[in-house]
């Protein structure tokens, strides 16, 4: 009897045992039910800690941390970039979606296994899902940040009766590109949401081609001249043109330009006829007629050059060959010789203005621009082949071009343009003046020039005329003569080219 007690009691302690397990088991499984429907500690949304958060608790956590303002920090000053702003918008949808995925998707009972011995679940991270509008940002780093923060450079300016100018100051403005990067950066981060954005520093600009022109035509009063002046400059690193032609100061019209006498300025166009006659290289003899032609300006020279051409139609084939260029303007008709026929009368669109006459010769005429478009063409080809090569194909090469400009570099007078530029300054360029045979008097002065400078190169045309006598040197305090003149201007445009470097 007593050990059918002993069993009874067995059994009930038994059951006892089992009851309590049973029910610590419900009441853990209870728990890990209630666990499993939030996310398990140590996941991350975006970067953003989750765990043990339910989704909706979840999500507004999401919220309030990517809702937090971006603090830029520019030019001194903090702003605050409110992520609506630039259309900042979280995808919670699929990142709740991805995480719902990962806390239902493991197995239930490896999952409550791990409950029960207290062993933490692998975190999972679920990366951030957002967008922005890189327009709206751009949009308001120019309106909110570069408008208000940024300090435009200063460019120079003209000093007043004078060929110098007052220094430039630098400005600064925001690297929008580096800014937008790391603006997409802190709006994409959970915690680093602060960003210092940097400047670039703006170079002290030239002042504007048309506050050079009103200064050049300051010196032009400044010196007295009241006849006409054309002026035309390119420069050769933007194509950026001045063209202006003033008289007792009134600008005059220059479409189409205005026909002067070419005089000695035509040889430029006499050479390119030769070379490319010559299929681009020259002999002994006609490179010493070139020397002579160039340099020294020499007439005969010049006629025997063209007859080498053609004895009876040189002249008529150098005129072709500048409307080839494109230059319909320009012509010779003629050779130079005293009592040289006149082959032809050219009429061209600048020779037949009523509005203005320069008296130009018969003989060759030319315009400040024409001159100016043939120099630059000349440059071009010997810098990188350039369209003279292309309209003569086979005759004129970047070689012919580097020769004919080293020529134009001969012409060493130290007056003109060249008086304006600074020694040893390479100026290729051709000058010419014409007196009149029975008085003497002059009336016409040129020069046409490729300066090389420091600050960047150009092309330089001016033409000169006066109806009564143009002065050279000075006469009295009131006229300083178109020598001076010449030197001036050269000397302005020189300064402007290279304000930076002086």
């Known amino acids: 009897m007593k050990l059918r007690g002993s069993s009874f009691l067995l059994r009930w302690v038994s059951l006892i045992f089992l009851l309590t397990a ?32 339910d989704p909706n608790a979840a999500a507004q956590r999401l919220l309030q941390v990517y809702a937090t303002p971006v603090e830029i920090r520019y030019s001194g000053a903090v702003i605050h ?7 900042f918008q979280l995808n919670l949808e699929a990142m709740l979606a991805a995480a719902d995925l990962q806390r239902t998707g493991s197995s239930f009972w490896g999952g409550f296994w791990d409950y029960l011995w207290n062993r933490d679940s692998p975190g999972n991270d679920i990366p951030l899902i957002a967008t922005y509008s890189e327009e709206r940002l751009r949009l ?52 680093n949401r602060t960003v210092s ?32 002046i054309d002026v035309y ?37 006499v050479m390119v006829s030769v070379y490319r006659h010559n299929n681009g290289r020259l002999s002994p003899q006609q490179a010493a007629l070139m020397t002579e032609m160039i340099q020294q300006s020499d007439n005969d020279a010049t006629d025997a050059l063209i007859m080498g051409i053609d004895e009876a139609r040189g002249p008529l084939i150098v005129s072709q060959d500048m409307r080839a260029l494109g230059l319909e303007n320009t012509f010779l008709a003629g050779y130079f010789y005293p009592g040289a026929y006149l082959l032809y009368p050219a009429v061209t669109p600048a020779n037949q203005r009523l509005d203005v006459n320069t008296d130009p010769d018969p003989y060759n005429q030319t315009t400040p621009s024409d001159m100016g478009m043939l ?64 008085t003497g008097v002059l009336h016409n002065a040129s020069d046409a020039a490729i300066v090389y400078t420091p600050g960047g190169n150009y092309v330089l045309s001016i033409y000169t005329y006066h109806p009564v006598q143009i002065i050279w040197e000075q006469d009295n305090v009131s006229r300083t003569g178109v020598s001076r003149m010449f030197a001036d201007i050269s000397r302005t445009i020189y300064n402007y080219f290279n304000l930076t470097l002086r």
């Open 22 to 53: 049973v029910v610590l088991t419900v009441f853990q499984l209870v728990g890990y039910s209630r666990l499993r429907n939030n996310y398990p500690p140590g996941m991350t949304i975006g970067g953003v800690p989750v765990g043990g958060l």
């Open 140 to 191: 308001y780093l120019a309106s909110e940040l570069s408008a208000r923060y940024d300090q435009p450079p200063v460019p120079a300016q003209p000093i007043a009766n004078s060929t110098d100018f007052t220094p430039g100051s630098q400005g600064t403005a925001l690297d929008v590109e580096r800014a937008v990067i790391l603006i997409e950066n802190a709006l994409y981060s959970p915690g």
């Open 233 to 269: 400059l390119l420069d050769l690193q933007t194509g950026e043109e001045l063209h202006f032609a003033y008289r007792a100061g009134v600008n005059l019209p220059i479409n189409p330009d205005i026909a002067f006498t070419a005089s000695s300025t035509i040889k430029i166009p």
């Open 197 to 228: 954005l940097s400047a670039q520093t703006i170079a002290a600009g030239r002042p504007s081609l048309q506050t050079l022109q009103l200064q050049l035509q300051q010196i032009v009063d400044q010196n007295g001249f009241d006849g006409i």
């Open 375 to 438: 120099l630059a063409d000349l440059y071009q080809c010997a810098e990188f082949g350039g369209g003279m090569v292309a309209v003569f194909p086979g005759q004129i090469d970047q070689t012919a071009c580097r020769e004919m400009i080293s020529y134009l570099q001969q012409d060493r007078i130290g007056v003109l343009i060249q008086a304006g530029v600074p020694e040893g300054t390479i100026v290729a360029h051709k000058h010419g003046w014409v007196t009149d045979a029975a």
């Open 81 to 87: 970039l409110e992520p609506a702003v630039v259309g």
